[in-house]
C-alpha cells in the first residue's frame, strides 16, 4: 500500500490558493486514476484504489497545513504504509512557478506543513514531490502562499498538475530514485 498525502487547507477560501498546490495534485491524480476522494477519517478526506498498478489512497488532510502531520500519522497507521511509501506533496516558494521536484527525505525547509509531517510521523525519512509557486514579489510570504493564483499563474498550473500526476505515477511504478530522475530539473 501507498498513500499519496497531498497539503493545503481544508475551506473553500483556500481552494484556489498556492498553499493548496498539494491539494490541487491529488485531486488531479484523483480524477486521472478515477480514484474518488469520499471517504473521511483520519483526519482527512481520502479514496483507495489502484493506479500504475499499486494499491493506493489519495488523501486530502482536512486540518489546517500546520497540522498536517495529525492525518499523515493517522493514515499511516491506518493502513500500515512504511514511510519510503507515503508521498507528501506541497507547494514549496523556493522553487520557480512551473517547477517540480521530488526528494527521498530530508528537512521541511521552513514549510510548517512538512514540519508537523516529520513531528507526527517522528521521521523525516519519506519521500516528497514539491510543487514550485515562486517567491513574492511586494508581500509578505504568508499572504502570498493564502493568495489565489493569478490568471497567468494558472496558466502555467495545469502542465505542472499533469507532470506532477506523471511523476506520482513513475513513483509507485519504479520508485523516487526513477521519479527524481526523470522529472527532477537538471540545473
Known sequence: M????G???PGPQYVLTRHNAGFRVIDHVSSVAKIPLYKTGCHAFWGAGIF???QVVLAKP???MN????????LRRRFGVEPARLLAVYDDMDLPLGTIRLRPGGGSG???GMDSLIFHLQTDRFPRLRIGIGRPQNSDAIDYVLEAFT?????????VLQAATRAVEVFLA???EAAMNRFNQKK
Open 2 to 5: 501507498f498513500l499519496i498525502l
Open 7 to 9: 497539503l493545503g487547507n
Open 52 to 54: 500504475a498498478g499499486r
Open 62 to 64: 482536512m486540518t489546517f
Open 67 to 74: 497540522n498536517s502531520g495529525l492525518a499523515a500519522a493517522a
Open 110 to 112: 521552513g514549510h510548517k
Open 151 to 159: 490568471a497567468e499563474e494558472e496558466a502555467v498550473l495545469g502542465p
Open 174 to 176: 519504479e520508485g523516487i
